[in-house]
């Protein structure tokens, strides 16, 4: 029971210097949000999202799961993308993730690894799809970190696939979705180069049309 007592202790003191610094900064946070910024990323504990990016409560509305997955029949990542787009309008979706993900190296993998693998099948798609490419990289953990890159980049195209991204677009709503990845041995980010700002950067058979 000490460690949840820890954690209260942990609490009252961050909302005690919260409070030191910035009298107001509760009640102000109590009246709604007014994200910029969408992050979808990995589950993994040492990816923190606002604390990577330097962010304060309030300012990052955040999706996790298992290896920054964007599945079109994931009810829960798809109310959060509606929500965060059509209601908070934010300016930015980031796809995040990184590198050493414990979901992308087991869904490489031939293991057996019970219920998850039917999550992980979605990064065995993208492995076969880029497997000519991937089959060059000799070394595995390099071959690893551009199957991470990979994912990134298929995932970002898959926010642009959904219909709430695109009626944003449609609308002349400003969104742009970027795709980025995080480097755990120096907590450093880096930016893919696949962003996409407007229905122009989805492939014809996947825009969605009057």
Not at 11 to 39: C, H, I, V
Request: charged share 20%.
């Amino acid at each position: 029971m000490s460690e949840l007592e820890d954690l209260f202790d942990n609490n009252r003191a961050w909302a005690e210097s919260m409070q030191r610094m910035e009298p107001t900064f509760f009640q102000d946070l109590s009246k709604g949000q007014s994200p910029a910024y969408l992050w979808i990323g990995c589950a993994d504990s040492r990816v923190p999202a606002s604390q990577v990016i330097g962010l304060q409560p309030g300012e990052v509305f955040v999706h996790r799961n298992v290896a920054n997955l964007v599945v079109h029949t994931d009810l829960n990542l798809l109310s959060v993308l509606q929500y965060a787009v059509d209601v908070l309008q934010v300016r930015h979706v980031l796809v995040v993730g990184h590198y050493g993900c414990g979901g992308v190296r087991a869904a490489y993998g031939n293991a057996d690894n019970g219920l998850i693998d039917n999550w992980l099948r979605h990064i065995k798609e993208v492995q076969y799809r880029h497997r000519a490419q991937l089959e060059t990289i000799v070394d595995k953990e390099q071959r690893l970190a551009t199957l991470c890159e990979l994912n990134v980049q298929s995932q970002v195209a898959n926010v642009c696939h959904t219909s709430i991204v695109q009626h944003a677009w449609r609308r002349d709503q400003r969104l742009s979705v970027h795709g980025w990845i995080y480097n755990l041995q120096d907590g450093l980010l880096k930016d893919l180069g696949c962003t996409v700002e407007s229905a122009a950067g989805v492939a014809d058979a996947f825009r969605v049309v009057n």
